[in-house]
């Protein structure tokens, strides 16, 4: 496998984007994987591909719809369930899609080994993590191994944005020059708005929340 390659799951969101940037700093050759997932807002793959035509990366989109099938409840693809404005007490929220980290993962395992690509990108963080148990680091460092067993190869989970907060991630981008491009150009919206966002879903307080405390440190 290619020590020198680096595939990244971008869905056209702050996080992924901010990975994408990450992995052409740290890596020769960078290619990005999507995926339609029957989600509301297909918009963000759209926005994805910009954004990877943008940076100069190899681009695809794989549908994987079945995801939103196999389970009921969740807000992100279905449109007649009301949002959870914040996370309940006793379970994750709504927003959460089962399994979606672990397909999306798995996918892109099986597409790295076949483009001899040895090293994966993804922007889940445990600290900004919503409560979705397959952000977790200790998920993320299972499934590698499991990945790795499964198809005897030695894949590399990266999770650039693991141990820091929305206004670290600010920072890093900030840093690889691509404050705009992640400000302006990517969809974090739970509601499907570009950008600064719809300013009162769950995603767009914690984003909004993260700028705000970043400029603050920036300009104090």
Known sequence: MNR????????????????????KKHFE????????????????????????????????????????ELSTGCSLTDNSIPMDSDKPAD?????????????????????????DIMNIVTGVSQTDFSGYPDCRDSFIRSLNVTLNLAMDEQFVIHTPLMWIDKAETWKMADELGIFDI???????????????????????????????????????
């Open 4 to 23: 020198n390659k680096a595939l990244v799951v971008l869905s056209g969101g702050q996080d992924s984007t901010t990975c994408l940037y990450w992995a």
């Open 29 to 68: 050759e960078v290619y990005a994987i999507s995926f339609k997932y029957g989600q509301k807002h297909e918009l963000e793959v759209e926005l994805a591909r910009r954004i990877a035509s943008k940076a100069g990366v190899p681009f695809e989109v794989k549908n994987v719809s079945f995801i939103s």
């Open 182 to 220: 992640i400000r302006h150009e990517t969809l974090t919206c739970y509601n499907g708005i570009p950008g600064d966002g719809c300013g009162h879903c769950p995603a767009c307080k914690l984003r909004r929340h993260g700028l705000e405390e970043y400029l603050k440190q920036k300009y104090k």
């Open 91 to 115: 379970s994750v929220p709504n927003t959460f899609v089962p399994g979606r980290n672990m397909f999306f993962l798995s996918i892109a395992a099986v597409y790295a080994r076949e483009h």
